[in-house]
């Protein structure tokens, strides 16, 4: 029970930081003066990089698509700087918000969270979501009593991180079945790391465990365990998260966002009309020379990014959905926040076929 606790107030506390470090940036936060700006610099970029170096958190034993970008030759000039692993989208974009890094990447509940505690930061493209390929399951042992909703009360529930995508769709569901905010404070989340999800299930030190991806596919090849819901369920397909950088580095650095954004909008793109087989040996092949004394036997598991818009386009009804959440659920108030401010697809090569395709 120590170790539970253990990682229940590191996440607490991950979360404390966020915010804490976006209020310290209150008065800098999102306006509409912002989204016109970083407007007026996306119509001004096309010239050389004014930067060449982006800063960033990795994700162990898999490959981001930055990376993928980076190593199909997308982004050059520009090249990225490796300063750490995350498994956290929350502390992810923290560290963006911060300048620790240069970007950062996160489920878009988290986002709006952010920005609504004055963080200065704007999404710019999708880098994950689900489909019929790739998504996320809560699962039980086969031979669990959990069949259904109520049946999580009094229950712990292992995920990546807490205040992200996967507290969210636990929420949800039970919002769903008509389950009170009491009877809901009685299921307990617990942060466990994503590679650690599937032991904790299976030593029952857990009754339900997140599993997604590559680490979904591994447990379920092994199988003796079986979802209770998925998220794919709950939303069908949708992006879930999304790459941020801060309105200062966007406004200050227009040409070399454009770059970025341009180089993964294309790395998507290909990966979605390139045979997997050859998506997953480039992927291996990048892990490889990297490094980076890891595990990358989960990247062969690889399926798709999830990624709803072409290129990683962002659709406004991607952050509405969870602005309406957070205000039902009465961590905002009506009105505070306009999706359309929140991101910008105006750096995207497919920004205007997107346009003509609505």
């Excluded at 995350?86 to 911060?98: H, K, L, R, V, Y």
């Excluded at 040409?255 to 970025?260: Q, R």
Aim: some cysteine.
């Amino acid at each position: 029970m120590k170790r539970r606790g253990l990682y229940r107030i590191r996440a607490h506390a991950a979360i404390a930081l966020t915010l804490a470090a976006s209020l310290a940036l209150a008065g800098c936060g999102k306006q509409t003066g912002d989204a016109e700006a970083i407007a007026g610099a996306a119509a001004a970029a096309g010239g050389e990089p004014e930067v060449l170096e982006l800063r960033y958190q990795g994700s162990p034993g898999t490959v981001t698509l930055p990376e993928l970008a980076e190593d199909l030759g997308y982004l050059a000039p520009v090249k990225l700087k490796w300063i750490g692993n995350t498994t956290s989208g929350p502390q992810s974009i923290q560290a963006a918000t911060t300048g620790d890094t240069d970007f950062g990447g996160a489920f878009n509940g988290a986002i709006v969270k952010l920005i609504a505690a004055k963080a200065p930061i704007t999404a710019l493209f999708g880098y994950y979501g689900e489909d019929a390929k790739t998504y996320n399951g809560y699962y039980v042992l086969e031979d669990s009593s959990i069949k259904g909703p109520r049946d999580l009360i009094g229950k712990q529930i292992a995920m990546n991180t807490l205040g992200a995508h996967h507290e969210f769709m636990v929420k949800e569901y039970l919002h769903r079945a008509g389950l009170t905010n009491e009877e809901i404070k009685q299921v307990t989340l617990l942060a466990i790391p994503p590679a650690n999800g599937e032991q904790v299930l299976r030593q029952k030190q857990v009754e339900v465990s997140t599993l997604g991806g590559i680490y979904q596919d591994k447990a379920k090849e092994r199988g003796g365990i079986r979802p209770v819901f998925t998220d794919l369920e709950l939303f069908g397909e949708f992006t879930a998260g999304s790459i941020i950088m801060t309105n200062r580095f966007i406004k200050t650095n227009p040409n070399t966002t454009k770059k970025f954004v341009e180089g993964v909008a294309k790395a998507i793109e290909w990966s979605r009309t390139t045979p997997r087989e050859e998506v997953i040996a480039r992927m291996e092949k990048i892990a490889k020379d990297r490094g980076r004394s890891e595990d990358n036997s989960n990247i062969k598991y690889w399926k798709s990014w999830g990624v709803a818009g072409k290129g990683g386009l962002i659709a406004e009804k991607e952050f509405q959905v969870w602005i309406d959440w957070l205000v039902k659920d009465g961590q905002l108030k009506e009105g505070q926040l306009k999706a359309a401010d929140l991101y910008t697809n105006k750096f995207n090569p497919f920004f205007e076929e997107g346009k003509a395709a609505k």
